[in-house]
């Protein structure tokens, strides 16, 4: 399939492979710049320890949301500005040979995750109402780069689906026989390692308890269910054209189902009115709540109705209450 028809399907959770070897997870096209926002997931090396159909790949340390870990030195010009300014990792569509669609796995790919064991995971979210076709993955399983030591990453597509499954939590729990939460070990672990990215204002011991799609399978491996819209389902002109300078906005959280997908966004509301609160970054999945007394730092829109978080050492959101 030719790139300007790939690009029409373009999702979150589509990879991307360039010709050098680099492996990507997309989050939006932009065809003014003819660039596709992307966070890097793998690097190609002859001594890697994952192989793909056309290269050998390094996984230690791989993923490079912000791109300072090693795309700043093999790819420097793929760090660039957004129509809007904001800084971002921007793959050149040029530069795209291969694209991979979360919900189109290749068919042996397919039959060897029927036989693994996970395949129980994507059963379970079949028997309460997802359909096949709107059940994807992604991840290692997705690249063909799986190996006996990888986990699963299942996104779901639709806001109907997001919202079947936050329904009925409980009922997928109970038939994967798994916790409903984080231990406080591992939520320790997983806050020190945010603190370390981001800026240390963030309230995100509140931002984890959040998260209701999180599902502990045991001691050690812990699902985190990802969402996409289904065409046609993403808010038009989410994302504010034009940028205006540093600011705040506190209010109550009135609309969360946009914190499941990407950008992540929600709508408060204060004595002033609505505002949209979004952001690219990946950790912030399910940060809020409907009903949460909130503040966040980010840059308003020009025309103040949007606050964009995407300064990873400035802003932050702080949850009051609820």
Known sequence: MENRACLAKIDMYTHLLTKDGLLFTAREFYPSINRVRAVPCYFSDPAGDRKSRLFKFTFKRSVD???DIWVNKLKPKYISKTPNGEKAILVPVDDIIEFLDPFDLPEEIRKELEKSKFYPILQAVNKIGVGEKDIGVFGSYLSGMHND?????????????????????????SLLQAKPQLD?????????????????????????????????????RVLKLMFNYKQGEKPQNLVP???????????????????????????????????????????YYFAVKSGNKVQIKGTLSK????????????????????
């Open 65 to 67: 949301e912000f791109g």
């Open 149 to 173: 030591n990888s986990d699963i990453d299942i996104v779901i597509r639709g806001i109907n689906n997001m919202k079947l499954l936050k329904s009925k939590m409980d009922e997928l729990r």
């Open 184 to 220: 406080e070990v591992s939520k320790a672990a997983t806050i020190k390692k945010y603190n370390e990215l981001y800026n240390k204002e963030n309230d995100f011991d509140k931002m984890i308890d959040c998260r209701w799609s999180t599902i502990k399978l045991d001691d050690k």
């Open 241 to 283: 054209k034009h940028l205006a300078k540093e600011g705040m906005l506190s209010g109550i959280v009135v609309d969360d189902t946009g914190v499941a997908f990407m950008p992540r966004n929600f709508i408060i509301e204060n004595e002033k009115g609505q505002f949209t609160v979004l952001t690219y970054f990946y950790n």
């Open 303 to 322: 025309d103040g109705k949007s606050l964009l978080i995407h300064d990873r050492k400035n802003h932050w959101i702080k949850i009051n209450g609820s």
